[in-house]
C-alpha cells in the first residue's frame, strides 16, 4: 500500500516537473543563491527580520538573481538599466503577487487591478491628481496643516515623542477631507470614528505579516488562520463606515449634479468622491458604485503608508542634521519670511527644501521592492525570463549603489543639484516607480510634503537626542528607523 502511494506521488511530481520543464529550465540559466543559502536564510532569519535578509542576500547579485520558495519562482531585478526597461514596458504592467493579499480589503483599486481594467481605471484617475486639480485642493491642505502645527505646539520644550503618530493622525484627517469631504477636526460626523489611522496601521500589518509568512502564501491555508479572521474584520468595518458614507455624502452630490442639468453650469467638484460620482453618471459601466468604493480605500490607503513615512523621515533627517535644516529654514525665510501664509507658487519655490524630501526618498523610498507579473516569456540581457514568474523590482539597489551616488549612505541633499542630477545615470532614482504603473499622485505628494514641512520648519527647531550614524533602519515593504522616530521640539517664536 505504501509503495502505490509513493508511486502515486512520485508521478505526480513527475507531472508537475514536466509540465512545468521550461520555466524550470529557464530559471536554472539565470544566477541565483544556492538552494542552501536561501533554506539557511528562510530557517534561521526571524520573520521580522526576513526582508533585511533577503536584500543582503539578493543584493550580492548585481544585476539579477533567482529564488524558488517552493512552486513560486521569483526574479529579482538589481540593476538600474533593466529596472527602466521593465517599470516601463506596458506589457509587463500586470500585479499578482503579493497584491492578491491586498485585494480582500482595496478589492480591484487602481493599485492592485490589471490589464484593461487598470487602463480605464488609470485614465478616469489622472485628472484628480494634475497641478490643477492640486490647487482646488491647497486650501485643504493649508487649513489641516495649520491646525496640525498648533497641536505640535503642545510638545515644544517636552520630552522626546514618537512623531509619526502625529503625522499619520494628521495626514489620515486631511485625506479623508480631499478624498471624501470629512473633516474630521471640525465636524463630528459619526463617519469618521472607524476609518482613522488606526485601521489603515492594522491593515497594513496584516499584509507585512503574511508577506512574511510564505506558509501564509495560499489562499487555502491562509483562510484558516486567526489573522485571516481579523482581516475580515477589518474589511467589515471598513464596509460599514462605507456605507455610512455612501448614505451622507451621495445624495448632496446628486443634488448638484441635478441642479447642474437644469442650469447648464458646471459648478466645480469639492472632492474625488465628487469627480468619481461624476464620472460614474457618465460611464457607468466602466466605472461601477464597487469601483468607487474600491478606489476609495486604496487613495487613502495609498496616500497614509507612503506619505507617512516619508515626511517621518524627513523630519528624523532634519532633526539628525542641524545645518540641513538651518539651509532649508533659510530658504523658507527668503521666500515668506515668517508668513504662515504660504501659498502654492511659494511652496514651487522651495528648491532646497525639495532637494531634501528627494533624498530622504533616496534613502527610504516609500517601497523598497515592487512587484509584477510575467505573463509571456520575454528576454533580458542574456537571460530568458520564464512565463508564470514574479518580477521583484529592487528600488533600493539603484537608490544606495556607490556607482550612482557621491555619498551613497549619507543624507546629501546637493545629490540632487542640477549639475550632480545631470551627470547621473538617468534610471538610478525613482521613488515613484515609473512607466504605466507609476505613482499617480507624484505632484500632489510634494506639494504637500513642502507645505508641511515648511511650516514645521517655520515654527519648530526639530532635534534628537540620536545621531544619524546610530540609527538603525528596518526594510519591510518600506524603510524605518527600529528604535522609533523620536525628536523634540523647541519653539522658534520669538518670545
Ligand atoms: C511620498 C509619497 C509617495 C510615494 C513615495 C509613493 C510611491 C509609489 C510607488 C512606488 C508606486 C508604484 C507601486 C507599484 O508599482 O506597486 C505608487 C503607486 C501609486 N500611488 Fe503613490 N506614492 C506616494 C504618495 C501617494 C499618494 C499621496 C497617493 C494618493 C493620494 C498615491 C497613490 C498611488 C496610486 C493610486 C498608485 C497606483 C498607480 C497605478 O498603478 O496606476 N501615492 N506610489
Request: glycine residues 4%.
Amino acid at each position: 500500500m505504501l509503495d502505490l502511494i509513493l508511486v502515486a506521488w512520485l508521478s505526480i511530481c513527475a507531472f508537475y516537473l514536466w509540465s512545468d520543464r521550461r520555466r524550470i529550465y529557464l530559471s536554472f540559466k539565470i544566477p541565483g543563491p544556492t538552494i542552501s543559502e536561501t533554506v539557511n536564510m528562510l530557517i534561521n532569519t526571524k520573520l521580522e527580520d526576513i526582508y533585511q535578509e533577503a536584500l543582503n542576500l539578493y543584493g550580492k547579485f548585481p544585476k539579477i538573481c533567482k529564488i524558488w520558495t517552493g512552486p513560486k519562482l521569483f526574479v529579482v531585478v538589481n540593476d538600474a538599466d533593466n529596472l527602466h526597461k521593465i517599470l516601463t514596458s506596458p506589457s509587463l504592467s500586470n500585479k499578482k503577487f503579493p497584491y492578491d493579499f491586498l485585494r480582500t480589503i482595496y478589492g480591484d483599486g487602481l493599485i492592485t487591478s490589471s490589464g484593461l481594467k487598470h487602463t480605464i481605471q488609470r485614465k478616469q484617475a489622472d485628472p484628480m491628481f494634475t497641478l490643477k486639480a492640486v490647487e482646488g485642493y491647497y486650501s485643504k491642505l493649508t487649513k489641516h496643516t495649520n491646525v496640525f502645527i498648533e497641536k505640535m505646539g503642545s510638545k515644544v520644550d517636552g520630552p522626546s515623542f514618537e512623531v509619526m503618530d502625529y503625522l499619520s493622525e494628521h495626514l489620515c484627517n486631511q485625506t479623508l477631507d480631499i478624498i471624501v469631504g470629512i473633516d474630521n477636526n471640525f465636524e463630528n460626523v459619526q463617519l469618521e470614528a472607524p476609518f482613522t489611522y488606526e485601521l489603515i496601521k492594522q491593515i497594513v500589518h496584516y499584509f507585512a505579516l503574511r508577506l512574511q509568512n510564505f506558509l501564509h502564501y495560499p489562499d487555502f491555508i491562509y483562510k484558516l488562520t486567526k489573522n485571516y479572521s481579523e482581516v475580515i474584520k477589518l474589511k467589515e468595518i471598513s464596509n460599514r463606515w462605507y456605507s455610512v458614507l455612501r448614505k451622507e455624502k451621495l445624495p448632496p452630490i446628486l443634488e448638484k449634479l441635478k441642479r447642474e442639468k437644469l442650469t447648464g453650469v458646471e459648478e466645480e467638484d469639492e472632492t474625488m468622491y465628487e469627480r468619481m460620482i461624476r464620472n460614474h453618471m457618465a460611464y457607468p459601466k466602466q466605472l461601477t458604485e464597487k469601483d468607487i468604493e474600491h478606489q476609495i480605500y486604496t487613495l487613502i490607503a495609498a496616500n497614509q503608508d507612503t506619505t507617512v513615512i516619508a515626511t517621518t523621515m524627513a523630519v528624523m533627517m532634519l532633526g539628525t542634521h542641524p545645518k540641513i535644516q538651518e539651509k532649508a529654514l533659510n530658504e523658507i525665510q527668503s521666500v515668506v519670511g515668517d508668513s504662515s501664509d504660504i501659498t502654492i507658487s511659494d511652496v514651487h519655490k522651495f528648491i532646497y527644501l525639495e532637494m531634501c524630501i528627494k533624498e530622504t526618498l533616496r534613502l527610504f523610498p516609500g517601497a523598497v521592492y515592487i512587484t509584477r507579473y510575467v505573463q509571456t516569456e520575454f528576454n533580458l540581457d542574456e537571460w530568458v525570463i520564464p512565463a508564470d514568474c514574479t518580477l521583484v523590482l529592487s528600488i533600493i539597489k539603484p537608490h544606495l549603489s556607490e556607482e550612482h551616488w557621491e555619498k551613497p549612505k549619507e543624507f546629501y541633499p546637493e545629490h540632487f543639484l542640477p549639475e550632480a542630477t545631470s551627470k547621473r545615470h538617468p534610471n538610478a532614482y525613482f521613488p515613484f516607480s515609473l512607466g504605466p504603473r507609476r505613482c499617480i499622485a507624484t505632484t500632489y505628494a510634494f506639494v504637500n510634503m513642502k507645505l508641511l514641512l515648511a511650516r514645521i520648519l517655520q515654527n519648530y527647531l526639530i532635534t534628537s537626542d540620536l545621531k544619524f550614524s546610530e540609527l538603525k533602519f528596518q526594510y519591510r515593504i518600506s524603510v524605518t528607523c527600529t528604535s522609533g522616530h523620536m525628536i523634540k521640539l523647541t519653539s522658534r517664536k520669538r518670545q
